[in-house]
């Protein structure tokens, strides 16, 4: 009898993965609803909004910073308090604009 090898052994049966509706999404303006509905943590119950991002999805500069304030949940932003005033002016300085040249979100996970 000859021994089996590696590539003589059968293929092992594959579970198809669960359909996620946020890998699907495509680009942002579809993920943003999504995120917003997304209830899968409890993070959602610990806020008013969820603090998506802003700016130019497509800038060469993403500036992220730690989960969002009272200040970026209540107006549904991103870096609008004193770290968000201070983060305007350092933009501003470098010849940044806002919205133009960079994108601005949070992270939390």
Not at 44 to 71: F, K, S, W, Y
Request: net charge negative; with cysteine.
């Amino acid at each position: 009898m000859g021994e089996l090898s590696l590539f003589d052994a059968p293929e092992p049966k594959r579970t198809p993965l669960p359909r996620d509706p946020l890998a699907e999404a495509g680009d942002l303006d579809a993920l943003r609803p999504l995120i917003k509905a997304c209830t899968r943590c409890g993070l959602r119950a610990g806020c008013q909004n969820v603090v998506v991002g802003e700016g130019n999805p497509h800038a060469t500069v993403m500036l992220i910073g730690e989960g969002p304030g009272a200040d970026e949940d209540q107006l549904d932003r991103p870096f609008v308090g004193r770290a968000g005033q201070l983060l305007d002016r350092i933009l501003a300085a470098c010849s940044f604009e806002r919205f133009r040249h960079v994108y601005i979100a949070n992270i939390v996970k």
